[in-house]
């Protein structure tokens, strides 16, 4: 079956910076479009960033446009999410997502298939 996991994530103080991956199996990774999301404790999920099938194309939410960076390793079936100088307002927990159209959707009824998430927490 399918399987995201997610990993990377931790207790770091603000300005720091994490790197979160996520290890896909169980489908054809290099055909799926990859996002990641975020939630925070009495909020909405939120749109963090995307990246296409080919890794071509990205997306970044503007609340970290500039300081997170996603990216994608197909031969090892892997999305990052490189976090640089991080913000309180930035402590979640992070899902990783797959989107089978293979795009680089922001929505979060596009995607498939979801991790189970790795807790981020920025320290002021």
């Known amino acids: 079956q399918v399987q995201l996991v997610e990993s990377g994530g931790g207790l770091v103080q603000a300005g720091g910076s994490l790197r979160l991956s996520c290890a896909a199996s169980?489908?054809?990774?290099?055909?799926?479009?990859m996002g990641w999301f975020r939630q925070a404790p009495g909020k909405e999920r939120e749109f963090v960033a995307a990246?296409?099938?080919?890794?071509?194309?990205?997306y970044h939410a503007n609340s970290v446009k500039g300081r997170f960076a996603i990216s994608r390793d197909n031969a090892k079936s892997t999305v990052y999410l490189q976090m640089n100088s991080l913000k309180p307002e930035d402590t979640a927990v992070y899902y990783c997502?797959?989107?089978?159209?293979?795009?680089?959707?922001?929505?979060?009824?596009?995607?498939?298939?979801w991790g189970q998430g790795t807790q981020v927490t920025v320290s002021s």
């Open positions: 990246i296409s099938w080919s890794g071509d194309t990205t």
């Open positions: 169980g489908l054809t990774f290099s055909t799926y479009g």
């Open positions: 997502a797959a989107d089978r159209s293979g795009l680089y959707s922001t929505v979060h009824y596009q995607y498939d298939y």
